[in-house]
DNA sequence: TATAATTACTACGACAGGTAAAGTACGACA
DNA sequence: TGTCGTACTTTACCTGTCGTAGTAATTATA
C-alpha cells in the first residue's frame, strides 16, 4: 500500500490530470483512480473534496453544477489555462523527483536478499 | 526545485540509504546528499535532525557519540536490522509509487507545449 | 586580534496536507 | 422499511517540514 507521505503533493497533480480529460466531479474521478492504478492507489474522499477546495482556491479549476434532475447534485470541475499550466510543472517536478531519489534507492538483491 | 510536499515521506529512506554505506553523522549526511543530488535537492537542517529522532525511535536507527577530541562532538548514526528492513521495504514502494504517479503524468508535449 | 565562516547540533512554534469519523441528501431495489 | 450506492460536507486531529533562533567549538580571513 503507498503511505499517504509518499503521494502528498501529487494528489493535486493526478486530479488535474484527469480533468484534462475533460470536466468531471469527485465520485467519478474517485473511480477514476482506482481503475486506473488497479485498486494500487485509492484516493480517501475527504482528500480528494480537501484537494478541489485547494485547487479551486489557487484558480486552477473552476466548479458548476450539473444538470442533473435525478439524484444528488454534482458539482463538476472543469481544468483552468494556469491549471494546465501548473500541471505541466508539476509533470516537470516529478521527472526531477524521480531521478533525485532514485539515486537512493537501491536494487533490491543488493544487500542480500535472500 | 523540489516541493517538500514531494519528497516527504522519502527523507528518512534517503538518510537509511547513506547510513548502508556507512555510519555517518548530520553535518555529513546533509552534505552527501547536496553532492550526490548536484545540489538538486538540500534537505534542512531540522527536517535532517528531526528524522533522526523519528528513525531512532522507531529502531531503525541507533546513536553514540564520536571519540573527537577537538572539534564539538559528534553524533553517529548506525542502521539497525530493522532499520534495513524498512528500508527495503521503501524501496518496493517506491518502485510501485512511480508506475501509479507516472499513469498519469503525461509527456510534456502532449498538450500543445508550443 | 577581531570577527566571520564553518561545523555540529537543539528548541520552538507555525503551517499545510492528509485522514478518521460522522453526518447529510437522494434514488433504487428488495 | 432498510440497506446499498451515489455524491458530497464538516470538524477536529496528526504528522512532517520548515522558519527562526540560539548554542558551542574550531578554522579562515582581515
Redesign the interface.
Known amino acids: 500500500m503507498?503511505?499517504?507521505?509518499?503521494?502528498?503533493?501529487?494528489n493535486d497533480?493526478?486530479i488535474l490530470?484527469?480533468l484534462?480529460e475533460g470536466d468531471s466531479y469527485g465520485y467519478e474521478i474517485s473511480k477514476n483512480i482506482r481503475q486506473?492504478?488497479d485498486e494500487?492507489?485509492i484516493m480517501k474522499e475527504t482528500t480528494l473534496y480537501s484537494a478541489f477546495n485547494r485547487l479551486e482556491k489557487n484558480g486552477y479549476i473552476e466548479s458548476y453544477y450539473g444538470e442533473e434532475t435525478q439524484g444528488k447534485r454534482r458539482t463538476y470541475f472543469k481544468i483552468t489555462p494556469s491549471g494546465?499550466t501548473y500541471y505541466?510543472e508539476k509533470?516537470?517536478?516529478?521527472?526531477?523527483?524521480?531521478?533525485?531519489?532514485n539515486?537512493?534507492?537501491?536494487e533490491?538483491n543488493e544487500?542480500g536478499?535472500n
Open positions: 503507498i503511505s499517504s507521505d509518499v503521494i502528498r503533493g501529487y497533480t493526478i490530470s484527469l484534462l486506473i492504478t494500487q492507489y494546465i505541466k509533470c516537470e517536478e516529478w521527472d526531477i523527483t524521480q531521478k533525485v531519489v539515486k537512493f534507492i537501491k533490491l544487500y536478499n
